[in-house]
């Protein structure tokens, strides 16, 4: 009887390690996911919609980007205004776009 409580204390110690284990590493994937978020971009074309510099934001309507997931469609992105001088709506234009914190934002952006 006493083989199965030193068996049975050995579980429960290697039990409680591997949930302390995983405490520990769940923000670390976390972490790690957000930088690799961080790092995805991708450049692309398509025609300005509506501009709010004040705002930061620049609506364009584009075709599928592959690399952010993102299918054709009309998305308000992100952008610092000062990229947005002298970008209108109606213009054509060629872009690169990123996902930051679940946002999608213009890093890059010429007619």
């Known amino acids: 009887m ?3 409580f030193k068996m049975a204390g050995r579980m429960c110690l290697g039990l409680a390690a591997f949930g302390m284990l995983a405490v520990w590493a ?4 976390q972490a790690q996911s957000a930088n690799q978020e961080a790092a995805v971009s991708a450049s ?22 592959s690399a952010l ?7 308000v992105y992100q952008a610092d205004p ?9 213009d054509k234009v060629r872009f690169t776009a ?7 934002v213009v890093t890059e952006i010429s007619k």
């Open 98 to 104: 990123a996902r930051q914190s679940g946002r999608y």
């Open 44 to 65: 692309a074309s398509g025609e300005v919609r509506r501009v709010d510099a004040a705002a930061g934001k620049v609506t364009i309507r584009h075709g599928e980007i």
């Open 82 to 90: 000062a990229l947005l001088a002298g970008i209108k709506p109606g």
């Open 2 to 4: 006493g083989k199965v």
């Open 26 to 29: 769940a923000p670390l994937a």
């Open 69 to 75: 997931d993102l299918p054709a469609m009309t998305l």
